[in-house]
């Protein structure tokens, strides 16, 4: 196999233009999402599927691609796992938005660099040039097409799947979304998504938030007794989807006195550890932007007992 081709759009912005002003919120407002109420479309509003074939209109080749993404972000981080699991990193190239928003938005400053792609100040400046008045939300992470000048996706369960599925001829060969277990994995996702990755936050301040979210960190504790994986004895969606909300776990400073340590649970603090030892995992997290690094690393930089 070759070397993998990067194609690159020449940014012609000076210096000084290339990031938006600061973050502020008594300027701007915080962020809400402008949308209709009569508007009946969904709130990530992208939905393009790359194909490896081409028949969605997106074929799945290198260079063609640009996936803007956030460090904070943990739907973000399930597609960015991707890309370094099935060694795309030079097939799908990433840059990232800074770590505060306005009602602007997600915005491009020095804390991650500018936008290497089209020179964008605001991530809405993307969903602006696809839609014209878009009124929706702005989201990482969001998938932006060199070739046809448009957002294809910022869907993230299906943009994280296709990466996994559509991109073999230029894939380590991981397979991390095998089709024997696509069902077990949805069945999987029905209560892990509600009870963990949509739970978690709210765990501090509603009570059955937090007792859905402790049953789930009990029922997957038993699961993982004698098992390194969710599921198929391998490494699939399924433990990024779980992983990356875990690492996020009582990251902000007023979880530590509301939340029990994941250590209370030893089979899933072994395992989430197990995982963060994989350079794939370290590689796409940055602690710093969602937690205190200092507090947190210690811990999860300690390998469980094999």
Same mark, same amino acid.
């Given at each position: ?25 008594? +300027? ?9 109420? *009569? ?7 992208? !939905? ?6 081409? &028949?969605?209109?997106?074929? !799945? ?18 597609? +960015? /796992? ?11 190239? #990433? ?21 290497? #792609?089209? @020179?964008? /100040? ?18 990482? $992470? ?21 990466? !996994?599925?559509?991109? @073999? ?40 938030? =937090?007792?859905? %979210?402790?049953?789930?960190? !009990?029922? %997957? ?23 990356? &909300? %875990? ?12 939340? $029990?340590?994941?250590?209370?649970? $030893? ?5 989430? =550890?197990?995982?963060?030892? /994989? ?8 602690? =710093?932007?969602?937690?205190?690094? *200092?507090?947190? %690393? ?5 390998? $469980?007992?094999?």
């Amino acid at each position: 196999m070759g070397a993998r081709p990067r194609r690159t759009t020449a940014v012609s912005r000076t210096a000084s233009t290339l990031y938006a002003s600061p973050t502020d919120v008594a +300027t701007y407002g915080e962020y809400t999402i402008r949308q209709d109420p *009569a508007d009946p479309r969904p709130l990530y509003r992208f !939905a393009g599927r790359l194909t490896a074939d081409g &028949s969605s209109g997106y074929r !799945a080749e290198p260079g063609r691609y640009h996936l803007y993404s956030g460090w904070f972000c943990p739907w973000a981080q399930r597609v +960015t /796992l991707q890309l370094a699991l099935h060694g795309l990193d030079d097939v799908i190239s #990433v840059s990232y938005v800074d770590n505060s928003r306005d009602a602007r938005g997600w915005a491009f400053r020095e804390t991650n660099g500018p936008d290497p #792609v089209n @020179g964008f /100040l605001l991530l809405r400046d993307a969903y602006e040039a696809t839609e014209p008045g878009f009124d929706g939300h702005v989201s990482v $992470p969001t998938l932006w097409d060199r070739e046809t000048r448009r957002v294809v996706s910022n869907d993230f369960v299906t943009l994280g799947i296709d990466i !996994a599925t559509q991109f @073999g001829a230029w894939s380590t060969g991981a397979d991390t979304y095998p089709e024997h277990l696509r069902v077990e994995i949805a069945e999987l996702d029905a209560w892990i998504g509600p009870a963990i990755n949509r739970g978690a936050h709210r765990a501090t301040r509603d009570d059955a938030a =937090r007792a859905a %979210l402790l049953d789930a960190f !009990a029922r %997957l504790d038993t699961r993982l007794a004698d098992a390194h994986h969710l599921v198929g004895g391998q490494l699939t969606e399924a433990d990024l989807r779980l992983w990356v &909300s %875990l690492v996020r776990y009582r990251g902000r400073a007023h979880d530590l006195d509301r939340l $029990p340590p994941l250590s209370d649970y $030893p089979n899933l603090w072994a395992y989430a =550890r197990r995982l963060y030892q /994989l350079p794939a995992f370290q590689a796409t997290t940055d602690v =710093r932007t969602f937690a205190d690094a *200092a507090a947190l %690393l210690p811990g999860w930089n300690t390998p $469980p007992a094999a």
